[in-house]
């Protein structure tokens, strides 16, 4: 069982660096995903479906 904590933030200003559709900090590699494509990704379905529910019921 995990215990998960979800945060709103309000973010000002957003570094252009994190604008891209993808990105890298400190060697790792992230990407901005639409709920659509979360909900559709089969990798994700395998491993965060509960997660990618529960977030959409959230917003």
């Known amino acids: 069982m995990y215990c ?7 973010i ?3 570094p252009d ?3 891209q559709d993808s990105f890298e900090i400190d060697g790792k ?3 901005w995903l ?4 979360l909900e ?3 990798d994700v379905q395998k ?3 509960d997660i990618v529910r529960f ?4 917003v």
């Open 4 to 10: 998960h904590k979800f945060y709103i933030a309000d």
């Open 34 to 37: 639409s709920m659509t494509e």
């Open 12 to 14: 000002k200003k957003f």
């Open 17 to 19: 660096k994190i604008k």
């Open 47 to 49: 491993k965060n479906y």
């Open 29 to 31: 590699e992230y990407q």
């Open 40 to 42: 559709t990704d089969k």
């Open 55 to 58: 977030v959409k019921e959230l």
